[in-house]
């Protein structure tokens, strides 16, 4: 990889970029992920959702690794948590090598023309130079866009002075940590060599070295080596002793007028130095240096992602609150602390150990492990094939006593058995069978026989189910309603097991049936009630609601009679400007959709009395409700974190009654922090994978929490702390989650309030 | 005296009922500036503009009302007619306690909404004529000497020459002068005038 010389301004950030090992293996990882994101994107497609974009502006030319890394870190960071689509779009200025006016004049003309009509919600610069080029040229492109920017040192930033809505975290560029670390490294270190160039940027550096001695953690001896020419610093470099530590921060120029690319420089310096030489920049790392506190370019693409991700969820960037600086890392080279002899459990907590070599045990063990295993593996197999020699002498005896016995015990039971030829499509069917479907003693049976005694509305998946088992092979297990020949109809469940041939191709099914009817009623009559019981809470919660369903539908009224007045004083006017009423009577449609869509909304929580169970996106659902809910949250203040979490399993579910149970939960959060001050009413909704194959919301707030002692009686009927409530919701809540063998559970929050967690199992037909 | 136009300052955090508004507003040949919240319009607005506020009451941050209650802490006394999602009567008494000039309902007719921006800008600029007349005379009375001022005091309280010679101590006829020159640099024509320009620079109490 050679290296580009870069304009001063953007060497010191740009100039680590060389740790090809490290690099290569995070940009693998990152494009598999990026993959990942991508599939899940194509495969659970969010409709009418606004396609947000985001402009990415580069001050240097493609193909840096820093900034493949810097853009993958940042897109996945802004897609974690979002199910907005997001669009990208990126822009190399490359001024740094065309710095005459000119390319920079007709460059932003371009870019004018380009993003013409094209809305862009954020702009991040990545670096200072791209930076640079947009504190001087937004206002001209896209005008009023909030800018983000990252890989932008405190210093630069000052003299840059931004605009309140040009945000971003800087890099910490701070020596002191450093020189700290190498100071706590060697405890035995008494003297300091600070070595430095003669560049403008090197000078720099020089200064904040010389505003860093006094900060020092201990008195040490500190020795200058500034604007020495290469020769006579290497000299005095390999004189050094035991007792000193050397720290460099970059070297473009050294005494004598010679320019270096930094790293070289450093290079030089490092293999002439008797001492530990200590660095800023985790470039240098592996060229013979001990290590330093510095800066990732995973984790500066992180932080600006997800300042980019809280931009588009409608922060503004003046209330942001961002850290004042990045946190860097303490990257070691793990070959030059066994030079230096030093223990690794000396290192600061969260190290990042580089090129560590490890020991043979190490690098084998699988090797050693699985030639062991194989070895063991033989020894059991050769015994069990002993065993079971035995055993299947033994097997074939009790097998014959014991069908006699399961084929009585089946009749005393009630159950029916029976057998199926597939081949020959020919059922045999014990006298217990023919009875629970009504068929005649003797008859043959066939497949299409058999279905023929099934109530018609259970035909078709039935079929369905039995034709997947003999595909996959698998156990089935069905409930239909069997219609005997006097009208009378019963609920048979049927388990039936498949048995193969040979080659794969299903021989058998052999299965037994039973009459359910009994408990399938008593089911029957409990879900009815609970649909009842739901809908009164419907109702209930609507009436809570309708001063936030009244505020969502005069937003698009306001708009749409304003729109049309408007239009009306246009038409009065002479001549009547028709550009614009144009433009009118496209707003108010636009409109006029959000209204139906509020409305389509409502209707699907409000109007439906039927239990349906279907495939859910449980992220689409906490979507659905927290839309529903933004004014009435609005309205009371109450800040709502989203933290969903890509790529669930779906889960089998009534859309409706989930949401009500959500609505619930979300509503209870608000009310429990009435008594906050504004800045406290902080609900979380959170979804993701629990344990055992289960999805899972949360919903948390900093209300008063739950009283440990209340906690079990919580889900009882009538159980309430409001005065008004009616103790209802949270035991419907609990009753609805269960009917969907699932758990609605609740637990005080380490800090203020009470999260309630809704798990449910993961659907059977997920594609996941 | 300012000489910028009267401008309504719309506050709404919704894009399409803050455009709608504009271009309403706009078609009638108001100056309209728009914003999407109230820190926005706190970043920007420069008191020296006259107009009014046009504010929806439920928005993210910094909501309607406490717009209204920033500006009176700020003595910005900028009237505000406010409109609302939804009908809240605790937020509506709130509004008009606080000095708003209406509480219009969304969806809000437009006659309904001119009526009352122009009583807002009437009362807007009516106030801050008033300012401007307060400041002028504060300035006639920080022309008067001390001692002029002193019988300013006394002249306004109603006392008559003699017993402000006595109180002062000094002669009936040094009194009359300086009271000639206190109508004078007042420019009032008469006691009552007098009287009536002290009491609207609202300063009474502190002679």
Known sequence: MGKAELNPGCQTTFEWLLRSKRISLTVSFVLVVAGLVLFSGVALPVAAEPVRTVLMVYGESRLHPAITILDENLRSAVQEGTGQPVEFLTEFLDVGRFSDGRYETRLTEFLRAKYLGRPVDVIVAGGPTALKYLLRHREEILRGTPVVHMVVTPAQLKALAPPPDVVGVPIDSDPLPTLALALRLHATARRLVLVTGTSAWDLEWEKQLREAVPRLPRPVEVEFLAGLPMEKLQARLRSLTGDAVVFVPTFFRDGAGRSFVSRDGVTQIAQASAAPVYVPYNTYVGIGIVGGYMPTFEAIGRQAGVIVRRLLDGELPTTLHLPPVQRNDYILDWRQLRRFGIAEDSLPAGSILEFRQPSFWKTYRWHIAATFAVILLQAVFIAALLVERRLRRQAIAELRDSEKRMSLAADATGVGIWLWDIARDDIWATAQTRTLYGMPESAPIDFNRFLDTLHPLDRGSTKKSVDEALTTGNDFELQYRVVHPDGEIRWVSARGQVESRNFGQPGTVVGVSLDITARKSAELAVERHRNELARMARVGLSGQLSGAIAHELNQPLTAILSNAQAAQRLMGQEPPDLEEIREIFKDIVEEDQRAVEVIRRLRTLFNRGELQRQPLDLNEVTREVMRLMHSELLTRNVNLVASLAEGLPTVLGDRVQLQQVLLNLIVNASESMAENEPLGRRLTVRTGLGGEGAVTVEVADLGKGVDPDAMDSLFEPFFTTKPQGMGMGLAISRSIIEAHDGRLSVSKNEGAGATFRVSLPVGEDSGL | ?207
């Not at chain 2, 509004?95 to 969304?106: E, H, Q």
């Not at chain 2, 001692?147 to 109180?167: H, S, Y």
């Open chain 2, 1 to 207: 005296m300012s000489a910028a136009e009267p401008t309504v300052f719309i506050v709404d955090d919704d894009p399409a009922v803050r455009k709608a508004l504009t271009r309403l507003l706009r078609t009638a040949d108001y100056r309209v500036e728009a914003f999407e919240g109230a820190e926005a319009f706190l970043n920007l607005y420069n008191p020296q503009h006259p107009g009014c506020l046009l504010l929806d009451v439920a928005m993210p941050g910094l909501d309607g009302l406490a717009l209204q209650q920033r500006l009176r802490e700020a003595d910005a006394c900028l009237p505000i007619v406010f409109l609302t999602g939804q009908g809240d009567i605790p937020a509506s008494v709130r509004a008009m306690k606080g000095g708003a000039v209406d509480f219009l309902s969304k969806p809000v007719d437009d006659a309904a909404l001119f009526t009352a921006l122009r009583e807002a800008i009437g009362l807007d600029a009516a106030a801050r004529l008033a300012r401007e007349g307060q400041v002028l005379i504060q300035r006639r009375i920080a022309s008067l000497t001390p001692r002029e001022l002193e019988v300013l005091r006394q002249v306004v309280q109603g006392k008559p020459n003699k017993q402000i010679a006595t109180e002062l101590g000094i002669a009936e006829k040094t009194i009359k002068i300086h009271r000639g020159r206190v109508m004078e640099k007042m420019q009032a024509r008469s006691l009552a005038e007098l009287v009536r320009l002290t009491e609207y620079a609202g300063l009474v109490s502190t002679l």
